[in-house]
């Protein structure tokens, strides 16, 4: 685990940063662009939290956290660095998990029988904040890899968190009780 004695190191200050193998890229780069939605869509996913979630979310989200930083490291290093350090990285169980998750929640609240409205009760309208971070992440990581390589399981965990998010704040909902404001495509 890295020690950070120090958080202000003025390396930056020239608009560069350096990735976690140590090369010097721009700070606007589409590789630092893609991980700093993760770091937001992390830090939404902690806002959602600290609303007083059901006790399922409030079990599930911290380790989606972890998850994140995963997702975070693997994006900080180029795919050449990975083959020579061991690193934190998005796996296939990562996305399993996630499926597993959405199944049980889908099986309680039962299907979408339309568009929903974002909001409800104020946790469930974060995690459809989280959930647009979670898309523009998600846009971020593909732009990125038309040009670079990134690790095998990021653009689908993502894909399949966002889609995790959006029925978590259904399922919040549900369990405080609270109607979903549906789409009038007639207004």
């Keep these: 685990m890295p020690r950070l004695t120090k958080i202000y190191t003025r390396q ?27 770091d937001e869509l992390n830090s939404q996913i ?9 006790d399922r979310l409030a079990e599930i989200l911290p380790v989606i956290q972890n998850e994140l930083f995963h997702l975070g490291s693997d994006l900080s290093f180029l795919e050449e660095d990975k083959k020579r350090i061991a690193i934190p990285q ?12 959405i199944d049980e929640m889908m099986n309680i609240i039962g299907p979408l029988k339309n568009f929903i409205l974002p909001g409800g009760s104020p946790g469930a309208a974060q995690l459809h904040v989280a959930r647009t971070v979670c898309r523009r992440a ?47 495509s007639r207004l």
């Design 46 to 54: 902690g806002v959602a939290l600290s609303f007083g979630l059901t």
């Design 138 to 184: 998600e846009r971020d990581v593909i732009t990125l890899s038309r040009m670079e390589l990134v690790g095998s399981f990021v653009i689908s965990y993502l894909n399949r968190l966002s889609d995790a998010l959006f029925v978590m704040s259904r399922y919040e909902n549900f369990q405080k009780g609270v109607a979903e404001s549906l789409w009038n």
């Design 90 to 101: 998005i796996e296939a169980h990562h996305i399993e998990r996630l499926e597993i998750l």
């Design 12 to 38: 930056g200050d020239e608009g560069n940063t350096k990735l976690s193998g140590g090369q010097l890229v721009p700070k606007d780069s589409y590789r630092v662009a893609a991980y700093g939605s993760v």
